[in-house]
């Protein structure tokens, strides 16, 4: 897993259309690599639906929290 991540640099982020969520109520967020690679919260390890993330620092506080998912019409 870490090799897939290590050295890599986000392209882009956005956040998943209806369209590419499928039957999902929750649109995550999208993060693309440079590599293609593109990466996509999930809820659980059975992929049911999009996730959110958290944001942490141990030193500093943030300015966001996190990224919550965004619910469809």
């Not at 956040?15 to 999208?30: I, N, Q, S, V």
Request: overall charge negative; aromatic content about 8%; some cysteine.
């Amino acid at each position: 897993m870490t090799k897939a991540l290590v050295g890599k640099k986000i392209m882009s982020v956005r956040y998943m259309t209806a369209e590419e969520a499928g039957d999902w109520c929750k649109l995550p967020l999208m993060f693309s690599l440079n590599d293609g690679t593109v990466i996509i919260p999930l809820q659980d390890d059975e992929q049911n639906e999009g996730g959110s993330l958290e944001f942490y620092h141990p030193e500093t506080e943030l300015e966001e929290a996190g990224a919550p998912v965004m619910w469809r019409d």
